[in-house]
């Protein structure tokens, strides 16, 4: 079940059927932090940053003198009426010195104002995706598109309903597309395809081109519409991912898995600092991995000491070649390397991968993506095929199953300790499972021919114990952060 009121990327969660008929528009947008209410003032002159009253507003530090109303008061019949006259101007002195410093010292998107990034500059909602650039850096206008659900539907924020609506296919061009897909993120020479998709959920309005509108941006030329003419709407392919050129192998022996053969899980890198493999990750664009916080802590964030190897099987065949050098590493601001939330991280490589029958992406999961309660999944790397073993030579794989958060967090199995950033896979009778050396590597699962990244391999308490399974970030969670990220750092 999918519900009505999600923010625009954080809203799908796994476990939940996908239900590709249910009208869906998603209210709202990413605000950062939201406050209660506040009471603002009705009329602010343009440009003076609008600062709203609360009662837990800080008083005032510093009172500005003001000058004595003595003079224009008879010292009888007056002399009330002076002292609260000077009580209030003295009292809104301060109150206004109080909103100042509050406003400075505070980081806050007042009522129902949008956060530029991470800057304390905020917009109204109706300047979101309206073509203009209202945002010191322009964020108010870089993501006002996203695909949704497994068929990658193109969907455009509009600023008036504040919605997300489908784009009709109507005059719909590769050049369009790529532009949408560089606004999300990626670079303009991953763009696969734009195809035209026959909608059968009962969506009421749609985004439609005005291709006689002047200026090239985009969202300008978007107007709404009850109907598209086509009876279609775009989906958007940004880059060809999740392809395997193998079959994924049945058998079911990381702790209990099976040999990989070469093109079945192209996405998968190893991970070195020096001669040694520490990490996995997954390929997502030519040039940006996925993996794990925890593999590049403390001192293992320089990126120099990196290199990735793709499109290689064996260990002692990566020894022999050069790897690909790290530029940037990108933490997850929030991991918490007690609590192992928010355990993810990117890495952006020096030069792009060249991609092949055996080097690809894996594709990342959308929203509105639902996955089922014990969806089936592979995990691989060269981790330990037992507890406290070594890393393994050659790739191995294992099928695994996604374990519900709410059972994952029972007493007997982790004890409340899944949080949402996180997501359980394995089996509760233990024998396959990851272990060490297989962090930040892909927990995946194949959907409408499709290999999609549910996962990265975080923790778990030893390998391949009895009720206590894998646990992986949970990748839903982590796409919006994702893609700012690389938007922010082409
Ligand atoms: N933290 C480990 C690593 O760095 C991965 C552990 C996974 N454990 C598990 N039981 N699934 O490689």
Known sequence: MESNLQPPYYENYAYQPENLTAPRLVNGFYVGQQYASPYCPATVPRYVPRACTQPSAPAATRVHPISSPRKICTPRVRKSLCLSLSITILLAGAA?????????????????????GTLAVCVSPSQWCDGVNDCPNGEDENRCVRLYGSRFL??????????????CYDDWNDSYGRTACVDMGYNKDTYFKSTATQLTSPFTSFMRLNTSADGTDLYKKLYNSKQCSTGSVVSLQCIKCGLSSKNSNPRNRIVGGSAAALGEWPWQVSLYIQRIHLCGGSIITP??????????????????????????????????????????????????????????????????????????????????????????????????????GNTSKELHAAKVYLIESSRCNSRYVYNGLILSTMICAGYLEGRVDSCQGDSGGPLVTEKHALWWLVGDTSWGTGCASVNKPGVYGNMTQFTDWIYRNMQANR
């Open 287 to 388: 040039e940006w991995i996925v993996t794990a916080a925890h593999c590049v802590e403390g001192s293992y964030s320089e990126p120099s000491h990196w290199s990735v190897y793709a499109g290689i099987l064996l260990q002692q065949e990566m020894l022999r070649s050069k790897g690909h050098k790290v530029a940037k590493i990108i933490s997850h601001p929030n991991y918490d390397s007690e609590t192992k939330n928010n355990d993810v991280a990117l890495m952006k490589l020096r030069s792009p991968l060249m991609f092949d029958d055996t080097i690809g992406p894996v594709c990342l999961p959308n929203p509105g993506m639902m996955f089922q309660p014990e969806q089936r999944c592979w995990i691989s790397g060269w981790g330990a095929q037992r507890q406290g």
């Open 154 to 167: 193109l969907e455009v924020y509009s600023s008036e309903s504040k919605d997300w609506y489908p784009v």
């Open 96 to 116: 206004i010195a109080g909103i100042i410093v509050w406003y400075f010292v505070t980081d806050s998107c007042f009522g129902s104002k949008i956060r530029c």
